[in-house]
């Protein structure tokens, strides 16, 4: 049986995904919260320091980690199951912009925001000539693998992932919007941009999962983050980008799909002829009974967004939970971003009403 994984947001992270753990319940609420959240609360400074220097990203790692249990005592927020005393001091280096990044794409920095890829544009020419970047030469790699290194000399082991973005992201950092039309006009052109996207991404886990294990810390999967697919019609995905998605999922052990909170209902049937999916993730607005159908034995995750848990009562919130888990279920309800004008109660509210529709729905399976 493959793995399956589930969603995991570590203290000022992005959302990503980890192995799963044991006796999940039926509702899993994984929170997280925006950097600028942490800034307000701690006055942690989320620039380029933040990212390129580990101890400086371990003294503000800890003190989240002390304000999370401060405000939230007891509960699992930003933890990961067996880490033990060593913190996470990987998941969130470089945002979602490193694979863009191998490529030259710069990275813009913001005190209290997480980076973001500078505006970038491939050239005609420079999309033909492009080649897949080679991590062991790169630069910028290479100054993650650094960071590694200190790592595990600091921790003893390297435990944590890196945001490899999916095909379609990034190659849209690599073309910008071009990309849309390039489908339609040159797609010899987008597959071999695709093609060596792909080949990078591929490569580089290859290189960081390997550098993880001789710390010993064994990870074999790979997340696709298909935040933009909703831009193309399924059968652009379904020529353009599935073919990599296979190819992701043969070359690991287990592929998670991510989908943000859109509506992935036009691209079920296709998700669900990729080998070895272990996690997929979509909005309320799918149709979630397919979803469950096609995927009985993958870990399913409800993207519940940030402004619905900060502007909805929570009589309608639990309605929402409730539709989910009877349709969905058992899943993860994954809140992230969360910004700083959401009281916390609603996020101790939001918990404990998982807690109750987990042992409900528990005791009726």
Same mark, same amino acid.
């Given at each position: 049986?493959?793995?399956?994984?589930?969603?995991?947001?570590?203290?000022?992270?992005?959302?990503?995904?980890?192995?799963?753990?044991?006796?999940?319940?039926?509702?899993?609420?994984?929170?997280?919260?925006?950097?600028?959240?942490?800034?307000?609360?701690?006055?942690?400074?989320?620039?380029?320091?933040?990212?390129?220097?580990?101890?400086?990203?371990?003294?503000?790692?800890?003190?989240?980690?002390?304000?999370?249990?401060?405000?939230?005592?007891?509960?699992?927020?930003?933890?990961?199951?067996?880490?033990?005393?060593?913190?996470? =001091?990987?998941?969130?280096?470089?945002?979602?912009?490193?694979?863009?990044?191998?490529?030259?794409?710069?990275?813009?920095?913001?005190?209290?925001?997480?980076?973001?890829?500078?505006?970038?544009?491939?050239?005609?020419?420079?999309?033909?000539?492009?080649?897949?970047?080679?991590?062991?030469?790169?630069?910028?790699?290479?100054?993650?693998?650094?960071?590694?290194?200190?790592?595990?000399?600091?921790?003893?082991?390297?435990?944590?992932?890196?945001?490899?973005?999916?095909?379609?992201? &990034?190659?849209?950092?690599?073309?910008?919007?071009?990309?849309?039309?390039?489908?339609?006009?040159?797609?010899?052109?987008?597959?071999?941009?695709?093609?060596?996207?792909?080949?990078?991404?591929?490569?580089?886990?290859?290189?960081?999962?390997?550098?993880?294990?001789?710390?010993?810390?064994?990870?074999?999967?790979?997340?696709?983050?298909?935040?933009?697919? &909703?831009?193309?019609?399924?059968?652009?995905?379904?020529?353009?980008?599935?073919?990599?998605?296979?190819?992701?999922?043969?070359?690991?052990?287990?592929?998670?799909?991510?989908?943000?909170?859109?509506?992935?209902?036009?691209?079920?049937?296709?998700?669900?002829?990729?080998?070895?999916?272990?996690?997929?993730?979509?909005?309320?607005?799918?149709?979630?009974?397919?979803?469950?159908? =096609?995927?009985?034995?993958?870990?399913?995750?409800?993207?519940?967004?940030?402004?619905?848990?900060?502007?909805?009562?929570?009589?309608?919130?639990?309605?929402?939970?409730?539709?989910?888990?009877?349709?969905?279920?058992?899943?993860?309800?994954?809140?992230?971003?969360?910004?700083?004008?959401?009281?916390?109660?609603?996020?101790?509210?939001?918990?404990?009403?998982?807690?109750?529709?987990?042992?409900?729905?528990?005791?009726?399976?």
């Amino acid at each position: 049986m493959k793995q399956q994984l589930i969603s995991y947001i570590a203290p000022g992270a992005p959302a990503t995904r980890r192995p799963d753990s044991k006796n999940l319940p039926y509702l899993r609420p994984e929170i997280g919260f925006t950097p600028k959240w942490y800034h307000q609360a701690l006055g942690i400074d989320f620039g380029e320091k933040w990212h390129a220097d580990p101890a400086y990203r371990k003294q503000t790692v800890l003190a989240m980690r002390q304000e999370i249990e401060r405000r939230f005592p007891g509960s699992n927020i930003g933890k990961m199951d067996d880490q033990g005393d060593s913190p996470d =001091l990987l998941t969130g280096v470089f945002g979602a912009c490193t694979i863009a990044s191998m490529f030259g794409v710069p990275i813009r920095y913001d005190k209290e925001q997480w980076p973001t890829s500078e505006h970038f544009q491939l050239s005609d020419e420079g999309m033909s000539q492009l080649k897949p970047v080679n991590p062991a030469t790169n630069q910028f790699f290479l100054s993650l693998m650094d960071q590694v290194e200190w790592i595990k000399e600091s921790e003893g082991k390297v435990v944590g992932f890196v945001n490899w973005q999916g095909v379609l992201n &990034n190659a849209q950092r690599l073309r910008g919007q071009q990309l849309f039309l390039d489908m339609l006009m040159d797609p010899d052109l987008v597959m071999n941009l695709l093609e060596c996207v792909t080949t990078t991404m591929i490569d580089a886990a290859k290189m960081l999962q390997e550098r993880q294990r001789e710390s010993g810390v064994s990870y074999s999967f790979f997340t696709v983050s298909n935040c933009l697919v &909703n831009m193309i019609q399924p059968d652009l995905y379904k020529e353009f980008i599935l073919p990599f998605d296979f190819r992701i999922a043969n070359e690991f052990d287990t592929i998670g799909i991510h989908n943000c909170a859109w509506d992935a209902s036009p691209y079920l049937d296709d998700y669900a002829s990729v080998p070895k999916v272990g996690y997929i993730d979509m909005g309320i607005d799918s149709d979630l009974n397919k979803a469950r159908t =096609l995927f009985p034995l993958t870990r399913r995750s409800l993207m519940y967004t940030p402004m619905d848990l900060a502007n909805k009562p929570m009589d309608v919130i639990g309605k929402d939970l409730e539709f989910i888990a009877e349709n969905y279920g058992p899943c993860d309800i994954v809140v992230a971003d969360i910004e700083a004008g959401t009281t916390d109660s609603k996020v101790i509210d939001l918990i404990e009403l998982c807690n109750q529709l987990s042992k409900k729905f528990k005791e009726d399976v």
